[in-house]
């Protein structure tokens, strides 16, 4: 499949990510979509003809072959949510972003992901937690990445404690690759990349824009396994992150603090009112996501053979085979079978143990 046209996906005007999914798995694969007609695009379920007014696919094209030369000028690279190493994690999410850009090392497949959130004005005692729950993560067996977002506070605390304890960290930008920001932050920037990558999903010629920080966070909610806030006011965008992180059916978890501390309020709040799991050490964390339970399990599952399997049945399991962590609604899409008839052959592989459910109605294969 041709790269530009995975790019220009993300040039077309008029509808947004949800929207772009919804025309290519119309017309099957990105190239076709660039020779449809307008009435071919009215033909789109969910697309009106306010939107098809607005399309503009030679222009998108254009974009995209010049943003492949700025690319190349700053060395940047891209992934398609078509593309098999795109995060399994963030393809379950509905208005993901077609195309993320990056910079280093794109490894952030099949290992466990913790974003780390938390406010830009962080206190001793929030720093201190920070860097003692990255420690516990190192010392566990799971070498996680940890995300965040390269902002002041929380954000490069949790990056620079990664890198002390030599766990891979990735953070997601706000704006185009072709500079950091805050720009303080360069040198942390620099060593993320040697191991691990910078990520966006704006693209060189969009203009930085403040707004655009709110819609980096649903990258980083949806990127992870987990999302902890280490301290947070009782407003701004970790609470913004967390509330994100609870749509997508994301674990949550928050650092409780003193009642009428500033920066602990966002913290407790989101305990108090159940959008936050209460952690006070890795075991919480541990504990809810149900590591341990996995060390502890037979790691060879009693599988039938797939010989024995309907030819439905082998489809659902060679999809699981190459992409993790599918919900029933991915599923439908990719498999074009009805909802009924997918939930009973789930159901079966789920008792046969080729397969494994998770709250939220997620699947994996379990060989």
């Known amino acids: 499949m041709d790269d530009i046209y995975k790019l220009a996906i993300s040039f077309i005007k008029g509808v947004g990510d949800i929207g772009r999914k919804n025309i290519v798995n119309f017309f099957g694969e990105p190239e076709a979509v660039f020779s449809a007609s307008k009435s071919h695009l009215l033909k789109v379920p969910n697309i009106g003809r306010i939107a098809v007014s607005k399309i503009d696919l030679k222009e998108a094209l254009d974009l995209a072959k010049r943003e492949l030369e700025q690319m190349t000028k700053y060395d940047i690279k891209f992934i398609s949510y078509l593309d098999s190493q795109y995060p399994s994690t963030l393809y379950n999410c509905p208005d993901s972003p077609c195309v993320l850009y990056y910079k280093g090392k794109f490894d952030l497949a099949n290992r466990p992901k913790i974003s780390i959130v938390g406010t830009r004005k962080a206190t001793n005692y929030g720093k201190a937690l920070c860097e003692e729950f990255i420690s516990e993560l190192k010392q566990s067996n799971k070498n996680p990445i940890i995300i965040s977002g390269l902002a002041y506070g929380i954000d490069i605390c ?207 294969f379990r060989g």
């Open 158 to 364: 949790a990056h620079k404690a990664a890198l002390k304890n030599n766990l891979d960290t990735s953070c997601v930008l706000g704006h185009g690759l072709n500079l950091i920001y805050p720009a303080a932050h360069k040198n942390i920037a620099d060593q993320i990349q040697l191991n691990s990558s910078i990520i966006s999903e704006f693209n060189i010629s969009d203009k930085f824009d403040s707004r655009n920080f709110v819609k980096r966070n649903r990258i980083i909610a949806g990127l992870a396994d987990a999302v902890v806030v280490i301290e947070s006011d009782s407003k701004g965008g970790s609470l913004v992150t967390a509330n994100i992180a609870n749509s997508y059916n994301k674990d949550v978890f928050a650092y409780p603090g003193r009642i009428g501390d500033r920066y602990s309020s966002g913290c407790n709040f989101l305990i108090k009112t159940n959008q936050a799991h209460l952690i006070e050490s890795l075991k919480d964390l541990s504990y809810i996501l149900g590591w341990d339970d996995k060390e502890k399990e037979n790691t060879e599952p009693i599988m039938k053979l797939f010989d024995d399997y309907t030819k439905d049945e082998k489809r659902v399991i060679d999809i699981l085979k190459v992409k993790e962590n599918l919900s029933i609604d991915n599923l439908t899409a990719i498999t074009k079978m009805p909802a009924s008839e997918l939930s009973s052959i789930l159901l079966k592989l789920e008792f046969d143990g080729i397969i494994v459910a998770v709250p939220g109605k997620i699947y994996s």
